[in-house]
């Protein structure tokens, strides 16, 4: 029985194993155009390696920039 379990880890750890299935999803479900041209974006600017708290407070600063702006009101008719 140990020995069954030994082999079973043998071949658990075999890198090939956990490439064929990466390459398996990534034919069953390729990424999105949209999504690869959003992570390639990202990294030429050097954001893909933003922490959390550093994307948050990005979204924070264009929230607030976005509610700062006044809404012109249309003049009713």
Same mark, same amino acid.
Do not use: F, W
């Given at each position: 029985? !140990?020995? /069954?379990? $030994?082999?079973? /880890? &043998? $071949? %658990?750890?075999? #890198? !090939?194993?956990? /490439?064929? /299935? $990466?390459? %398996? =999803? $990534?034919? =069953?479900? #390729?990424?999105? #155009?949209?999504?690869? *041209?959003?992570?390639?974006? *990202? @990294?030429? @600017?050097g954001?893909? @390696?933003? !922490?959390?708290?550093?994307?948050? &407070?990005?979204?924070? *600063?264009? &929230?607030?920039?976005? !509610?700062?702006?006044?809404k012109?009101?249309? #003049?009713?008719q």
């Open positions: 029985m !140990s020995e /069954l379990m $030994r082999e079973a /880890l &043998r $071949r %658990y750890q075999q #890198p !090939s194993v956990i /490439l064929n /299935l $990466r390459e %398996y =999803i $990534r034919q =069953i479900a #390729p990424t999105p #155009p949209a999504l690869r *041209a959003m992570q390639q974006d *990202a @990294k030429r @600017k954001t893909d @390696k933003l !922490s959390m708290a550093q994307i948050d &407070r990005e979204v924070a *600063a264009v &929230r607030r920039q976005h !509610s700062g702006k006044k012109t009101k249309q #003049p009713k």
